[in-house]
């Protein structure tokens, strides 16, 4: 049996399973609360492993591994800014998120200020930074047939993309936050057993030697010593000064995107109680750490066995470093069966990687856009439970559409890399206002609307006039030139901006409501009054 044949199998014996899960979900999700939240109704562990499904991406196994086995030290930077970013999540956000919120980030903002104009800009800002994200999962679904199928050509690649948007789509729609939680949890489960499974078979091809496989890595690399000092994709000659500021750009982006991601932040309102939010918080951390000192080994193993120019060569992103690390060991290991049997598991987990992500994200964007624009905006509080949850519904197929149609344009382009720059717009729009509105007293709605508009504007001109557009042989245009600083991650201009915008909005204007923010001091401190809000 062709390793075609038996990864389409696997692949599609992991999605009937996810049916299977999203159906029964379907059953139990009869209230607003029950598609937004899963009724709160998971434990700290479950929404752990859940978190830890939301967050281990396409961009964490197959960017991370990619960018590792290309680019040595500076692709290992991408791990610890992935880790790194929970502890901010874990000590600014998470509980106070919790005991603040209902569904969505904006019922944190607009708890103090002027809820429609609050709401819009959360809602956009929010279908944005998931749009950016999904990008990447799409990206790496394309890069991951083409590899398994032997589907080269674009017009393949393109299918594949509108496959998996469609079956992301149908999470959603049908399952809610229940059904794309539980799949969640599966995938994770998957994921970190698939990945600690390829982990013992390099470590052991090297006697459990890690100086030996570093060693290797660098010699199959053809960039010698270079390939594990820092300066290999940042701070080469040709870029001189800007190089260096990417990097410091690339760091700030991931290490403060993480608590301004909405996929990330409704996670927290899964569970009962804020000291389940902190548990959850907890075991995502312990289950993420793992899984990110694991994608060490995966990319310096890919590099040590597969080698790096015949990763480029059948994907110049790198997309496809772990499964080909799979394969060639499985190979070494057990024979052709062995490579095909483990290219296929490793693949079909990695499939599942992507469809649980896209869901949850769809599902961020499309609760956004039913609880915060449609309900709360354009029917001005008037709606329905049931009313909310259709417009969401097919807010999720919009979405999905959307997605589907960027992603066609974006497939030269790493996945990780694509990934960071989701968290920039994050970091840039999101956090200023999220931090601002649960510390500052004086904060205020032309803060906040400030904060996100100008943090996320800022963001994606510098994403625009970038060399992720234009002006580079990877870029989405390769033809065309229109960049205006070589600057690829933009966070260290428009974090910044964000924070000056929100700052400058505040204290121009003269909206301030003390009680409104001793309120939800107390309550995010406390929880105490949170649970009425909640609906509880």
């Known amino acids: 049996m062709s390793h075609e044949t038996l990864s389409t199998i ?9 049916l299977a899960i999203t159906f029964w979900a379907s059953r139990n999700t009869k209230s607003a609360a029950d598609f937004y939240a899963g009724g709160r109704s998971f434990s700290g562990l479950q929404n752990g492993l859940a978190i830890g499904g939301d967050y281990m991406s396409a961009a964490s196994f197959l960017g991370i ?5 290309l680019s040595g030290y500076d692709g290992f930077l991408y791990s610890i800014g992935f880790l790194v970013a929970w502890l901010v999540a874990l000590l600014l956000v998470a509980e106070l998120m919790r005991n603040s919120g209902k569904y969505t980030m904006a019922d944190v903002l607009a708890f103090r200020m002027s809820p429609r104009p609050v709401r819009t800009a959360a809602g956009v800002s929010t279908i944005v930074v998931s749009i950016f994200y999904l990008l990447a999962q799409m990206v790496g679904a394309g890069a991951l047939v083409g590899l398994l199928l032997g589907v080269h050509s674009d017009a393949g690649k393109i299918w594949t993309i509108i496959a ?8 959603v729609v049908f399952g809610g ?15 970190m057993v698939g990945a600690a499974l390829i982990t013992l078979f390099v470590l052991a091809k090297f006697g459990f030697n890690l100086s030996g496989l570093l060693g290797d890595a660098a010699t199959q690399s053809g960039k010698g010593d270079a390939f594990l000092n820092a300066g290999l994709k940042y701070g080469t000659d040709a870029q001189g000064t800007w190089g260096k500021i990417d990097l410091i750009s690339l760091g700030l982006a991931l290490v403060l995107g993480t608590a301004g991601l909405p996929h990330v932040l409704i996670r927290f309102y899964t569970v009962p109680t804020a000291r389940d939010a902190r548990k959850s918080v907890l075991w995502g951390i312990g289950i993420i750490g793992v899984f990110y000192l694991l994608t060490l080994v995966l990319g310096f193993g890919a590099a040590a066995l597969v080698g790096s120019k015949t990763i480029a060569a059948a994907d110049k992103a790198g997309n496809t470093a772990a499964p080909l690390l799979a394969q060639k060991v499985g190979q070494d290991l057990f024979g052709d069966v062995g490579g095909t049997i483990l290219l296929a598991v490793i693949a079909a987990v990695a499939f599942a990687t992507i469809l649980a992500v896209v869901a949850g994200l769809t599902l961020a964007s499309s609760s956004s856009f039913a609880h915060d624009l449609y309900a709360h905006v354009f029917r001005r509080g008037t709606a329905t439970e049931r009313q909310e949850v259709v417009v969401a519904r097919v807010a999720a197929f919009v979405i999905g559409a959307v997605a ?19 968290f920039a717009v994050a970091a840039s729009g999101n956090l200023p206002a999220i931090l601002y509105s649960l510390f500052w007293k004086r904060f205020n709605t032309a803060g906040a609307v400030s904060a996100i ?3 996320l504007v800022s963001a994606l001109v ?15 245009i390769p033809d065309a030139d229109f960049h205006l600083i070589p600057l690829s991650n933009p966070g260290i201009f428009s974090i910044p901006i964000g924070f000056l915008c929100g700052y400058l909005g505040t204290i121009l204007s003269k909206e301030y409501n003390a009680s409104k923010y001793a309120e939800i001091e107390v309550r995010s401190l406390t929880g105490i009054g949170a649970e009425q809000a909640t609906g509880h």
């Open 10 to 18: 696997l692949f599609l014996v992991f999605v009937a399973l996810t």
């Open 65 to 69: 591994a990619g960018i590792i086995a």
């Open 164 to 171: 998996v948007g469609l079956l992301m789509i149908i999470y």
């Open 177 to 191: 936050m229940k059904g794309t939680t539980w799949v969640q949890i599966v995938k994770a489960v998957m994921l």
């Open 404 to 422: 589907i149609a960027l992603s066609i344009f974006a497939q030269s382009l790493n996945v990780a890399f694509l990934v960071s720059l989701a």
């Open 453 to 455: 508009y100008g943090g």
């Open 462 to 476: 510098l994403v625009i006039f970038s060399p992720v557009v234009s002006g580079a042989p990877t870029a989405m």
